[in-house]
């Protein structure tokens, strides 16, 4: 594993980090933008402060939540 990248960072301090956000994102910019880091942890930023602080999470925190949604367990949120 290479750097680590702390939580609550500017988005600026990561130049070369490569944002991608869902193709379901609405047309206001309200949006998640996620970025895999060079230590493969991921970025996540909200797409209106594109200089804001990101949050990081290791590729277990990400998968966890992923399966999560999957299954399910948020859809509490959509109503």
Same mark, same amino acid.
């Given at each position: 594993?290479? *750097?680590?990248?702390? *939580? /609550?960072?500017?988005?600026? +301090?990561?130049?070369? +980090?490569?944002? =991608?956000?869902? =193709?379901?994102?609405?047309? $206001?910019?309200?949006? &998640? %933008?996620? +970025?895999? #880091? %060079?230590?493969?942890? !991921? +970025? !996540?930023?909200?797409? =209106?402060?594109? $200089? /804001?602080?990101? #949050? &990081?999470? *290791?590729?277990? %925190?990400?998968?966890a939540f992923l399966l999560g949604v999957k299954?399910? %367990?948020? $859809?509490? #949120?959509? =109503?």
């Amino acid at each position: 594993m290479g *750097t680590a990248f702390p *939580t /609550g960072m500017s988005a600026s +301090a990561l130049p070369g +980090a490569r944002w =991608r956000k869902s =193709r379901r994102s609405n047309p $206001d910019g309200s949006c &998640v %933008e996620i +970025a895999v #880091l %060079e230590n493969g942890d !991921v +970025a !996540v930023r909200n797409s =209106r402060f594109p $200089d /804001g602080p990101v #949050l &990081v999470y *290791t590729p277990a %925190e990400v998968e966890a939540f992923l399966l999560g949604v999957k299954d399910g %367990e948020f $859809d509490h #949120l959509l =109503r």
